[in-house]
């Protein structure tokens, strides 16, 4: 079972367009977005996902009424936390507190966004920021895939 992560996509619709292309591609289980969609047209490409999609909303999201309406029931406030396949998800956008959320082992993954660079650090909690999908800040594009079963965790290039 996969799960697809992305996270800081800033209203760039091709980048978004090839991040819903990678994660159908991959049949990916379900699709996560740690926040900072922006705007409530970023809806567009994410239809075509062939999967679940959940996200959280960022520091940027300032339309939130408009994004809440387009994905409904799909958008929450931060923290939110997911149960997937008898793993316990922690969805942040910005890193708070998050050390002390991984020591306290109440969760399998904590998925965050925010800083628009990969982080991934295994342990007892994986810890996982998926890097930014506009490219906007860094120059580069990136997204995830972790595999709940085996832990693998692949940073892929969009």
Known sequence: MRIGILSDTHDNMPAIAKAVSVFNDAEVHLVIHAGDLVAPFVSIPLKELKMEFVAV????????????????????RPPYTLDF?????????????????????KFD?????????VDVRKGKTLILNPGECSGWLKGQRTVALWDV??????????
């Not at 396949?85 to 082992?105: Q, R």
């Not at 079963?149 to 969009?158: D, F, K, L, M, N």
């Open 149 to 158: 079963t085996t832990g693998e965790v692949q940073i892929i290039p969009v």
């Open 57 to 76: 909303f960022g520091n940027n999201d300032g339309e939130r009424i408009g994004l809440s309406n387009v994905f409904k029931g799909k958008i929450h």
């Open 85 to 105: 396949h008898g793993k316990k998800i922690l969805i942040l956008h910005e890193p708070d507190n998050l050390d002390i959320l991984a020591e306290s082992g």
């Open 109 to 117: 993954a904590i998925i965050y966004g925010h800083t628009h660079e």
